[in-house]
């Protein structure tokens, strides 16, 4: 769908209105690239790990997000992000049989660490 809109919508547009429409677009993007951490993640050209291979294997994966630390805007929107690319990838497991699928568990929010690593034990073995 935003493939069709950059594709066939926005050059329909005359130029002035062009400008107009994707200015917000940009001043946005602009804000979120301004941190050299958030740039650094979202402007790798190749992907060093890939999401399907952590849920197949059962990696944990743990991703700070601490807003002190990029800002709540930033957090928010790398978060959006990540939940997005999470859920995708795990659509993309439907290519493998059900009952071949390793169960792939998120954990989202503020979990402490032994909580997190108590679920992953017992998803682990199988327990409740």
């Known amino acids: 769908m935003a493939d069709r809109f950059w594709l066939e919508e926005y050059p329909a ?6 400008q107009e429409a994707i200015a917000p677009i940009q001043n946005k993007v602009g804000e979120f690239l301004l941190t050299p951490l958030i740039r650094n993640i979202v402007g790798q050209t190749r ?6 291979d952590l849920m197949d294997s059962g990696t ?3 991703v700070n997000l601490s807003k002190g630390r990029i800002g709540e805007d930033t957090a928010s929107l790398l978060g959006s992000l990540l939940l997005t690319r999470l859920l995708l ?12 699928r390793r169960p792939f568990f998120p954990l989202r929010g503020r979990v402490p660490l032994v909580r ?10 199988g327990s409740p």
């Open 89 to 100: 990838t795990a659509l993309s497991r439907q290519d493998s049989p059900h009952d071949e």
């Open 60 to 62: 944990v994966l743990v």
């Open 13 to 18: 547009y005359p130029r002035d209105f062009r």
């Open 116 to 125: 997190a690593a108590e679920h992953v034990h017992d998803s682990a073995l």
């Open 47 to 52: 992907n060093l790990w890939h999401l399907r």
